[in-house]
């Protein structure tokens, strides 16, 4: 492959899957992105607390958030720095699943995700809720690497993908919206790859 070369789009895949001004990665190239260090996770004390606009909050450890039921899935992943990679293998427990769980009120709207390290993002929750969306723990078969997010980090397909938070902690369920942390900072809230709505 030349230097200058576009990776091409697989055989039997549909180019309109590759939305305009993103090219294709290597295949066995997935770039890592993200501000600030790795977070070094320990699993005994690790949570994930689902709060604000939901009848029933939950705070839940690491033994309890495997008990949920997962799924494995492709999808395809966009992001803003105009990379993307078509058809990977995503595994993780459904967002649909714990919303069914936490019963978020008649009041949410949004959905606020928090990190370590204090990194935000946020999604309409009529984003959130559907059946792309997973709680991500592994890709292509493999748990996901530290790198990547483990141990846990949202997918949401549809997005560009900052609004795939990485080492998840928290997801806040909010009645009007707050910018997260690349929204405050000129990236566009709506952040759909095939409207090409990146920046403001
Ligand atoms: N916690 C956290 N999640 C994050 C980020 C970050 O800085 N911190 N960067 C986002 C951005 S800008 C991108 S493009 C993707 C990159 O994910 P990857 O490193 O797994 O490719 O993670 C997103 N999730
Ligand atoms: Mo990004």
Redesign the pocket.
Known sequence: MGLFTRNRIPEGVDPKRLPPGQTLTAPDK???????PVPKTDLETWSLKVFGEVAKPVTLGYEQFKELPTKEIPAD?H???AWSRLGDRWTGVPIQALLEMVQPTPDARYVMAH???G?T?SVPLSVLDDDDVLLCTGWNGQDLSV???WPL?LLIPKK?????????RGLEFMSKNRLG??EQRGYHDEADPFKETRYW
């Open positions: 997935w770039p890592l992105l993200h501000f600030g992943i992001c803003v720095t990190c370590e390290y990194y993002t790198e990547h997010g980090r560009y993908f900052w609004k795939s938070a990485k080492w998840l942390f690349w």
